[in-house]
């Protein structure tokens, strides 16, 4: 169960970490997953919130398509 903290405390630093370099993209993608992921812990208090988290996990997938795409077309 420490583990799902330490995995969104990583997502949260190494968002931080993007943003500082320049890369906004990827820093988005790393807090929506982050976000996601304590959306995710909290809905089994607040079922609202679990759309929520599904919704930050769609951005997460996009942004690591445009990171894709960029990759090897850009």
Known sequence: MISRYIVIA???VA??????QG???EAIGL??????LSFLKLASHTPALRPLAYLCF???GLVIGIVLIRMYWG
């Open 15 to 20: 968002s931080g970490f993007r943003f500082v």
């Open 31 to 36: 807090a929506s997953l982050g976000l996601g």
């Open 10 to 12: 990583l997502a949260f």
């Open 58 to 60: 769609v951005i997460t």
């Open 23 to 25: 890369a906004w993209v």
